[in-house]
T-cell receptor, first 116, second 112 residues
């Protein structure tokens, strides 16, 4: 597609429920990243995928968080048993190839998650 | 929509003045730096980048300065316009094989 698409744009969920956030990267981009942006904070790295390599999960805050990338394209970030501290904007980005700079990443508009 | 980063440092400038946004980084091994602009309800947008073998790079109305000695990065915006109002983030990485690390951001407010 023309840009990185994320859905839903907003999600309100009850504490303890599971949520799935979706990211469609730019067509042909092999690298995909998830970041979290809490109120008053910068972007916190969560996980990245590069082609068929094993993902780098080093930024995931707990084992309640997981992500998949199917067919080297669409990615889903899953948060199980959501907690109020999970409330944040979840941003997805893609780049032509991991390590291929300059230009940085192209970000989607994010999913605003609110846990009540 | 709701603003991101309500407790960020804020810089207020008059329309037409120049703006300078600063960023300190901690990783002396960082080799590549980027400035992003984030408007309310949107994802960050690339503005300009610079590699560590340079100390200055210019774009359209924007200039990035890098001082590796004191690990300081700045973004200068010339003739600031209302459309420049946004949150600005610096980001760094020691190499393309490490995800970008973002600073906390600065909110720029342009007074018309």
């Amino acid at each position: 597609g023309a840009g990185v698409s994320q859905s839903p744009s907003n999600k309100v969920t009850e504490k303890g429920k599971d949520v799935e956030l979706r990211c469609d990267p730019i067509s042909g981009h092999t690298a995909l990243y998830w970041y979290r942006q809490s109120l008053g904070q910068g972007l916190e790295f969560l996980i990245y995928f590069q082609g068929n390599s094993a993902p780098d999960k080093s930024g995931l805050p707990s084992d309640r968080f997981s992500a998949e990338r199917t067919g080297g394209s669409v990615s889903t970030l899953t948060i199980q048993r959501t907690q109020q501290e999970d409330s944040a904007v979840y941003l997805c980005a893609s780049s032509a190839a991991f390590g291929q700079l300059p230009g940085g990443y192209t970000f989607g508009s994010g999913t605003r998650l609110t846990v009540v | 929509g709701e603003s991101v980063g309500l407790h960020l440092p804020t810089l207020s400038v008059q329309e037409g003045d120049n703006s300078i946004i600063n960023c300190a980084y901690s990783n002396s091994a960082s080799d590549y730096f980027i400035w992003y602009k984030q408007e309310s309800g949107k994802g960050p947008q690339f503005i300009i980048d610079i590699r560590s073998n340079m100390d200055k790079r210019q774009g359209q109305r924007v200039t990035v300065l890098l001082n590796k000695t004191v690990k300081h990065l700045s973004l200068q915006i010339a003739a600031t316009q209302p459309g420049d109002s946004a949150v600005y983030f610096c980001a760094e990485t020691p190499s393309g094989n490490t995800p970008l690390v973002f600073g906390k951001g600065t909110r720029l407010s342009v007074i018309a």
